[in-house]
């Protein structure tokens, strides 16, 4: 039966095929369906893990116990995975192992564009790299074999457009779970000095095994249509390649991106009188070639910047100029996303930029709050940085400035990796105040549970932390729970844990409006008490705007929270209740 | 046959996943290859979201570029319009005419233009509907993506069974109804015709 699946779902189906029967994830876009897709076969383990690093050590605890496992992250998830990354490197596996990355070319929802093919490259470990669903699919199944014939942990690399691009897959009969017996092997396992010296040598041996296995596999495949034009791609660029060149060029498709076929290429290039190497983001493959001394074009002619477009490679191949668009769109005003109607997160962000503080922030949807007009946001750097680098800002700035200085983090990042920021506060003595925006919810990556939140990615009931007891329990004193929406008690909240000359934590109490049992009613109204002070406006919700000099709310947006009910100073804004 | 594209655009919040999968699951139905691009995450909290649909015989890139687009269905106003480089000379814009102010215009820093159903009609064959009226009418405001989608159905030679029969396998069972209505509304809508300004 063919099926229309997301790359990401393609993923999780090949795991299933392949008998995977352990998945464990921290979610971030643009990988974080495959985990939540492995969640609609029962037969699988599956679980949302409070960061990359555990889930990956669980995943190779797994693995080596016996049953094939699976870890998904994106491409920043993946140096916080690192550490146990590397050393699983020397390890091996028992049952296979696949850690899926997603990297996000043009930063469509991160933080920055690096190029997880240089952990393949640096863990030596081997790296596949699916062009559509199908191929995700076949992949995944592929990687586990190969993860178990080499004794390997293997990474399957996808990119946003092929993580998020729908494609049609063949779907199979699943296999018999794998489940090897476990065998007590310290030698292989236990990696003090003494082993790993040993284990390093089984990894270079097997690193060459690869590259042996890399010219004759099927992955790494020409296609001949007779051209002098050659074009070496992986990925997505191989699609963008294929839609922009069709038979007019010839095609080295590199299915495995780590380690390369070194002859395989050298032989494509020696057949070819221009051969053009079309990555996204770093010159990965194109060093190689030029270090193997093949003549091939690379980031010469494209971008290290960004995605590449089926335009942009025609007219650099063929040398035609694209054809300019019929119109522009200068001067059209840009769209950026805004925090939704009701987010809880508008009121925190309305009492800070009231306050004036300087705003440690961190990564999630509250990352917004350093969008105007709430222009909040001072920091972002990674997940969890907001609690350590107010810290660190605050020993450098003095004393006087914890009194200014807060750092603010959603409740699945504060477990993910504030919590140890703010160990460190308490431990070295810092001061300052961390705000927990706790909205009941992992809210960017499109809803998970975490933790905090009381249940499992399976919706089952399981222990909650509680988040006040816990900061006391690590030797904040001053805790207080507050509600964002109740826009006074809050700013007090604020003012009196930022006087406070110890650490101090504010917990930021509300759901996220999109969860399903948050229902606001009725719509909010401007009356014609407004004094067009314009306070209002300054909460940036989108159902608010000025027509005609006056703020009126859009009744297709308002969504009822009340929020500016709450923030008017004159009254003059009433809810109103639906007929 | 050659490949086909439809760009689907509109304000994060507003459905066009939801509408994409029904298109999907119809292009299927025919025995199309087919191909569909989205963008999850960030951008969908209330920013621009576009999404790329392509069939044909067979489809190699999933993402529509400047100028390859056959159809445009936007969601918005403003959307539309900024969509506009990436319409073939020529193309079919089926517009929604409802706007939705972008945070610059909410806070004064721009305007949001003026006589835009005019300016998509110098460069597109343009159908414009009001699409969340007609899905008020239908019986929630939350229908506008399934009354575009049958705004689009009736541009293509695919049976209107066929669609129908998509949308059920698409949406939930109990909403199963008010979607039918919201499709049948935007499958019968007359073209709107001027300027709204």
């Known amino acids: ?579 | 046959m050659s490949t086909n594209s439809i760009m689907i655009v509109g304000v994060g919040g507003q459905g066009t996943l939801l509408a994409s999968r029904i298109l999907g699951n119809v292009l299927i139905s025919q025995g199309y290859d087919v191909k569909i691009s989205e963008v999850h995450g960030m951008s969908q909290r209330g920013g621009s979201v576009v999404t790329y649909v392509r069939w044909g015989e067979e489809v190699s890139a999933p993402i529509v570029d400047i100028g390859g687009a056959d159809t445009v269905l936007a969601f918005e106003l403003l959307e539309a319009r900024r969509a506009l480089p990436y319409l073939k000379e020529g193309g079919k814009l089926l517009v929604n005419t409802q706007q939705i102010d972008p945070m610059p215009v909410i806070m004064g820093k721009a305007e949001y233009p003026e006589g835009l159903l005019s300016k998509l009609g110098e460069h597109a064959e343009v159908t414009a509907v009001d699409a969340l009226s007609l899905a008020r009418k239908a019986g929630t405001a939350k229908a506008v993506n399934v009354v575009l989608i049958g705004l689009l159905a009736k541009t293509t030679d695919i049976p209107r069974e066929s669609w129908e029969q998509a949308l059920a396998e698409t949406v939930p069972p109990k909403f199963l109804e008010i979607n039918k209505k919201a499709f049948q509304l935007g499958y019968t809508h007359q073209a709107e015709g001027g300027d709204l300004t």
């Open chain 1, 1 to 579: 039966m063919k099926k229309l699946l997301l790359g990401n779902a393609a993923v999780a189906r090949g795991a299933y095929e392949a008998g995977a029967r352990f998945v464990s994830s921290y979610p971030g876009t643009p990988s974080t369906e495959i985990t939540e897709e492995c969640v609609k076969f029962p037969e699988i383990w599956c679980e949302w893990a409070p960061n990359e690093k555990v889930a990956c050590e669980a995943s190779i605890g797994a693995a080596i116990a016996g049953t094939r496992a699976l870890t998904c992250c994106k491409h920043v998830g993946l140096n916080v995975m690192a550490d146990p990354v590397f050393t699983a490197s020397y390890t091996g596996v028992n049952a296979g192992l696949v850690i899926a990355v997603a990297d996000d070319p043009g930063m469509h929802s991160s933080q920055n564009e690096q190029d997880s093919r240089h952990y393949a490259k640096a863990a030596k470990l081997p790296m596949l790299e699916p062009s559509d669903s199908g191929e995700c699919r076949d992949f995944t199944v592929l990687a586990y074999e190969l993860s178990e014939r080499f004794d390997t942990p293997v990474f399957l690399r996808l990119t946003t457009r092929v993580a998020h691009s729908q494609s049609l897959v063949e779907l199979k009969e699943p296999a018999e779970p794998v489940k090897k017996p476990y065998v007590k092997d310290p030698a292989k396992y236990v990696m003090v000095p003494a082993n790993a010296v040993k284990r390093h040598v089984v990894v270079e041996d097997r690193t060459a095994a690869l590259a042996a296995y890399a010219e004759e596999t099927p992955l790494n495949r020409v296609e001949n249509n007779g051209s002098k034009t050659g074009v070496i791609a992986a990925g997505i660029t191989w699609d963008y390649a294929k839609e922009a060149l069709g038979d007019s060029a010839d095609y080295l498709k590199l299915g495995m991106v780590y380690p390369l076929p070194e002859k395989k290429i050298l032989d494509f290039c020696a057949a070819h009188e221009t051969v053009y190497v079309l990555e996204e983001l770093d010159p990965f493959i194109e060093e190689f070639c030029k270090a193997a001394g093949a003549k091939v074009i690379g980031k010469e002619a494209f971008s290290l910047l960004g995605e590449y477009t089926v335009n942009g490679i025609r007219s650099v191949v063929t040398g035609e100029a694209p054809e300019a668009p019929a119109v522009e769109n200068g001067g059209i005003p840009v769209r950026p996303p805004v925090m939704c109607p009701g987010c809880p997160h508008r009121g925190t962000f309305f009492v800070l930029k009231k306050l004036g503080l300087t705003v440690a922030g961190d990564i999630g949807c509250y990352t917004l709050g350093a969008a105007p007009p709430l222009a909040s946001i001072d920091t972002t750097v990674c997940m969890g940085a907001s609690v350590s680098a107010a810290h660190g800002m605050i020993k450098a700035l003095g004393p006087e400035a914890a009194k200014k200085t807060v750092s603010v983090i959603g409740d699945s990042t504060f477990i993910h990796s504030g919590i140890t920021g703010l160990i460190n506060t308490v431990y070295n003595k810092g001061a300052g105040t961390v705000i927990i925006l706790d909205n009941s919810i992992t809210g960017m990556t499109g809803h998970q549970d975490n933790p905090t939140t009381g249940r499992t990615i399976r919706g089952e009931a399981t222990k909650q932390v509680d988040l006040a007891a816990l900061c006391k329990a690590v030797g904040v004193d001053d805790v207080q729970v507050a509600d964002p929406f109740d826009v006074k008690a809050f700013e007090q909240a604020v003012r009196r844990a930022a006087e406070n000359p110890e650490v101090s934590v504010v917990i930021a109490q509300r759901p996220c409006a999109l969860l399903k049992g948050v229902k606001y009613t009725g719509r909010a109204r401007i009356t014609d008490r407004c004094r067009t002070c314009g306070l209002c406006l300054k909460a940036g919700c989108p159902a608010i705007a000025v027509k005609d000099g006056k703020p009126v709310v859009d009744p297709a947006q308002c969504n009822g929270c009340g929020l500016c009910v709450n923030i008017c100073p004159f009254g003059a804004i009433e809810k109103e209740e639906e007929a």
